[in-house]
């Protein structure tokens, strides 16, 4: 049984990692928070060691008892990686028979970044139900149980499988929604998962010259709260305004920022950040990184000090696909590619799939009907190319990328 989990854990997540968890002390992240949401484990070191090194611990939490589980899914592939699928926005109380588009394509990898079920909660009941419903019904989504059992799936959450809309670090029940995508996820009980707090995880693949690593951000576990607009629904301000500069508002917690810079200090040729809010974008009011204008500075900044060449982002959550790009005061272009909606697009005029909101950071038009990311990289190229693609194989948007770029000139 016990070298049955460790392979799971080894499909799941390949190269991986052994915490070391010091106590610091328990002063606010954040100066406007009222909890202090990260208050005993504050020093987290994830380090690329074999995944036999962690076989021997054991799970703080008990297990859910009966809860539904995604299918087994391959483990990810060390040959090189050429393609790769994104999807969020899959709700499973709807029509999930998009994911079979999704299959067709054959990816060497699927990324779900975020809002794949749709959780909410009830103050009064800690143990989620709504969002338990929801994994179980997407366990039972033929489209969805045929994808991840044949192409090797990572997911990560937004705010609707973290249980709270828009939630950020003071969501009560994070711990025990936590508990749930561990365990829907098959992260078996031994799993460092299991033992720190946050999903953020990373893992390579690929020959020597072709290796592709994917950072897998967790945007909710830690982070501050969102400042409210004072002008709702005005475009540009709809729901969020950005937290001044200087304020220290932060999206991802100090352990998981050493995390990722240890991960951009390892070599690696092309490097996928999925964040599931978007990164890059800005021109809009709702949930963005531009919301925190300090931590994205810090992405940006460490990207620059670590040296990170390759690095390119992906991103969901919004109903709507587009392509984003920083060229300014960042080490080389930075892109973002966000991929949303499986099944829960944007409402636009009738007969249109264009919506473009007022950014300055998009490339092309946006896209509001469903639709899926796939990347594609040309190694012998050296290119990589982020399409958009709609329902019928429809290129909803697509740009191409020269790796020789994507480093500090
Ligand atoms: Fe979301």
């Known amino acids: 049984m016990a070298n049955c989990r460790r392979k ?46 962690c076989a021997t611990s054991s799970s703080r939490a008990p297990p859910l008892p009966a809860f ?38 054959n990816p ?36 969805f149980k ?13 705010d609707h499988d973290y249980g709270i809309n828009d939630g950020g670090g003071d969501f009560a029940y ?4 936590q508990t749930m995508f561990n365990q829907f996820w098959n992260v078996p009980a031994n799993s460092p998962l299991r033992q720190r707090p946050g999903i953020y995880r990373a ?27 004072d002008q709702r629904d005005v475009p540009g301000k709809e729901r969020y ?34 964040s599931s809010i978007q990164v890059v974008a800005d021109g809009h009011g709702y949930e963005r990184w531009g919301n925190f204008p300090d931590a994205q500075k810090r992405l940006y900044d460490l990207i620059a000090q670590t040296g990170a060449n390759g690095v390119v982002f992906a991103s969901g959550d919004r109903h709507y696909g587009s392509i984003n790009q920083v060229r300014d005061g960042v080490a080389y272009p930075l892109t973002d590619i966000t991929a949303s909606a499986i099944n829960m697009p944007f409402r636009v005029a009738e007969g249109t799939t264009s919506y473009n909101e007022p950014a300055t950071t998009r490339i092309g038009d946006g896209y509001a009907a469903v639709n899926f990311g796939l990347i594609e990289i040309n190694w012998a190229a050296g290119t990589l190319t982020l399409n958009l693609i709609g329902d019928g194989g429809k290129l909803a948007g697509s740009t191409t990328l020269d790796l020789k770029n994507l480093r500090r000139g």
């Open 8 to 53: 799971l854990f080894c499909d799941w997540l390949q190269p991986h990692a052994v915490v070391k968890l010091t106590h610091a002390d328990d002063r606010p992240l954040y100066m406007m928070q009222r909890r202090h949401f990260l208050t005993s484990a504050a020093t987290i070191a994830l380090a690329a060691t074999p995944l036999a090194g």
């Open 68 to 105: 539904p589980r995604a299918p087994r899914t391959p483990a990810i592939p060390q040959r090189a990686i050429s393609r790769i699928a994104l999807t969020s926005c899959s709700n499973p109380a709807k029509d999930l028979s998009f994911f079979g588009q999704v299959e067709a394509r």
């Open 108 to 143: 060497d990898l699927l990324l779900m970044m975020g809002d794949n079920v749709y959780g909410s909660y009830t103050p009064e009941d800690p143990n989620l139900p709504s969002l338990s419903q929801a994994y179980a019904k997407l366990a039972e989504v033929p489209a």
């Open 146 to 158: 045929s994808l991840v059992s044949k192409v090797p799936t990572q997911a990560v959450w937004d």
């Open 174 to 177: 994070k711990a025990q929604a």
């Open 203 to 229: 893992f390579q693949a690929g020959p020597k010259g072709q290796v592709l690593q994917v950072i897998m951000l967790d945007t909710r576990y830690f982070r501050a709260p969102l400042l409210l607009t």
């Open 241 to 274: 305004i950005p937290h001044p500069l200087g304020s220290g508002a932060d999206v991802l917690g100090e352990a998981q920022w050493a995390f990722l810079k240890a991960e951009l200090e390892k070599p690696a040729d092309v490097r996928l950040i999925v």
